[in-house]
């Protein structure tokens, strides 16, 4: 997408959520390029996220994926359309990890940032690293951790934000194949242990559907939800297991749709 300047929102509608979930009504974005155009990146979406549930977003590139999670933390208005959500904090794409601090340090971020003392937010924030397997790493820098481990510590740090819904946008989208097989089945069981609202934006099919509980499918910009998949499997899952490979198909036939309409 080009570069953009957010159009302000005139009647931004935003209410609270009443049971920790999410719920978007018709929402539609518009942004102005910096040629002053007016660029649709979302249209009319309409989507409900129950507490609890995992919803996966899939869809082509530049088709308001990363717009959605932002509206939904707030980080944007919506041009028309209603959002009702309960606290959500963002994931983005790259770790962010502040090199001068150590692991734990740059876990406990959202702690410090809520008026958490240092010796405070470190010590919460230490004593999940043995949980999340980063056990003996706390005074790493995040030079020294690998790709998985600053993942790790990039979604520790989201979680003691402490907000009830999390919005990820392609958290494993930068690590190879084998750590990224590895960190999805790492979130699914953290998840398992400590449910959230979680929506996960990713371009990987059979990631949303190792991880999600149901399947939001986006057409080209501007975004609208043209499918919506249940992924009723039993956990854990596998890239390799038959009914995986049955709603991958199902959902590259919806994405293959979306991309002649």
Known sequence: MPAQVRLRAQSPQREPASNDGVLLAGVTRIYRDDRGAAVQALAGVSLAVAHGEVLAVVGPSGCGKTTLLELICCLQAPDAGTIACAPAVLMPQRDLLLPWLSAAENAALALRVA????????????????????????????????????????????????????????????????????????????????????????????????????????????????EELEVDLPRPRARTDAEVGSLRERALLALGMAKRT
Not at 149 to 177: H, I, S, W, Y
Not at 193 to 206: G, K, M, N
């Open 115 to 226: 008026g958490c003392s240092r010796s405070q937010a470190r010590a919460r924030a230490s004593a999940l690293f043995e949980e999340l397997g980063l056990g003996g790493f706390e005074d790493a820098r995040p030079q020294e951790l690998s790709g998985g481990m600053r993942q790790r510590v990039a979604f520790l740090r989201t979680l003691l934000a402490g907000k009830p819904v999390l919005c990820l946008d392609e958290p494993f989208g930068a690590l190879d194949a084998i750590t990224r097989g590895e960190m999805q089945g790492w979130l699914s069981q953290t998840l398992a242990r400590a449910p959230r609202t979680v929506v996960l934006v990713t371009h990987d099919v059979e990631e949303a559907i190792v991880l999600g509980d149901r399947i939001a499918v986006l057409s080209p910009r501007p975004g609208r939800v043209i």
